[in-house]
């Protein structure tokens, strides 16, 4: 009950966030600046997107299936050295996605030509919201593991005073020898076990959230085009990027061991949300300018706090968690291993940035 009530609360809020990033995309305002001369192609662009609607969609959920087979491919598992590795390459996209690809993009959409008045003046609002979310990500971080932890500390502590009172009557001095000895021992360890699991689970529901906010904006801008030349480097692009944020995710929601429905939801949840934003920007492409005021200050918003939350993610609950654990400090070879896949994510996501 317990676990569907985190899941829920979670669909619940990525919901709203997803809401508030279609909605507002969907008014059409007058651009207050010249449109660039591309070369437009309405027939063409939509194949295009029906191309990197399904290249996305299938990337996306392969990517965040890898991680997910480690109880059917034993080499998968997050027990064995490979899972770090291929988390450390993930975490490595994840952090350039939010340094080299959606931050800039919102320093764009906040200082566009087209914004004739900022109503921050010089202040740099663009770091100043990517900030407050990172700070804001660290807070829901800090509490939520803090409530569910206390909550599951509870539950243990009226589990164990069930069990003292059912066995009371069966031996006193035998059973509280073993009941002395359980405590000393068996639930230190499973209260161990659980508030791990319990941060995990913490880690992977605000990863996707993160994730979700800029995937939905990508999405309905692709799908917005209309230029053939802006849509095709992005379909490979946006495919590589897909499939590698989905291992990502995925890792950190194969540590989490949710039940098999959850994973499910969230696995979906991941892979359709892109195509989802695709198939909105097509639908509004006839009404929708990405240069009106409305659309640059919501999309810059909400890039700049995707970013934050990204970069947050990768460094806090993806790199130091796992780089600063005991099995990576007593192993030269993982360390060594695990540094070079994450430059090796890094470097290939920044060189996406050229294409995309």
Request: hydrophobic share 45%; glycine share 8%.
């Amino acid at each position: 009950m317990g676990r569907f009530k985190i899941n829920r609360q979670f669909l619940f809020s990525s919901s709203i966030f997803v809401f508030l990033v279609v909605l507002p995309t969907l008014v059409a305002a007058e651009c207050t600046c010249d449109e660039e001369n591309e070369d437009r192609d309405r027939t063409k662009a939509l194949r295009y997107k029906i191309a990197a609607l399904v290249s996305i969609l299938i990337a996306s959920a392969i990517g965040v299936c890898i991680p997910l087979l480690g109880k059917v491919i034993p080499a998968l598992s997050p027990e064995k050295n490979i899972f770090f590795l291929i988390k450390a390459f993930a975490a490595g996209v994840i952090l350039a996605t939010g340094f080299i690809h959606v931050l800039p993009d919102a320093f764009e959409n906040l200082t566009s030509p087209c914004l004739k008045e900022h109503p921050w003046g010089d202040f740099p609002f663009t770091g100043f919201v990517a900030m407050c979310t990172a700070m804001g990500t660290l807070m829901v971080d800090t509490y939520a593991t803090a409530y569910f932890q206390k909550h599951h500390s509870n539950e243990v502590q009226i589990e164990s005073g069930d069990v003292e009172k059912e066995t009371g009557h069966e031996g006193h001095v035998e059973l509280h020898t073993h009941a002395t000895h359980g405590h000393a021992h068996g639930p230190v360890h499973s209260q161990d076990q659980s508030s791990q699991l319990l941060r995990h689970r913490v880690i992977s529901q605000v990863l996707e959230l993160g994730i979700i906010v800029h995937s939905v904006i990508i999405g309905i801008s692709l799908g917005a085009s209309e230029s053939p030349n802006t849509i095709r480097p992005l379909v490979a692009a946006l495919t590589f990027h897909q499939f590698f944020e989905g291992m990502g995710l995925g890792s950190c929601i194969s540590q989490a061991n949710f039940k098999r429905v959850s994973v499910t939801v969230m696995g979906l949840f991941f892979a359709l949300t892109t195509p989802v934003g695709i198939g909105i920007g097509i639908g509004i492409s006839s009404v929708y300018d990405e240069n009106s005021p409305t659309a640059l200050i919501v999309e810059g918003v909400f890039n700049a706090a995707s970013a934050g939350i990204l970069i947050y993610m990768a460094l806090v609950d993806l790199l130091a968690a796992d780089f600063m654990s005991p099995r990576m400090q007593q192993s030269g070879r993982l360390r060594l291993g695990a540094n070079v896949f994450l430059l090796l994510g890094a470097g290939l996501m920044s060189m996406v940035a050229k294409w995309a």
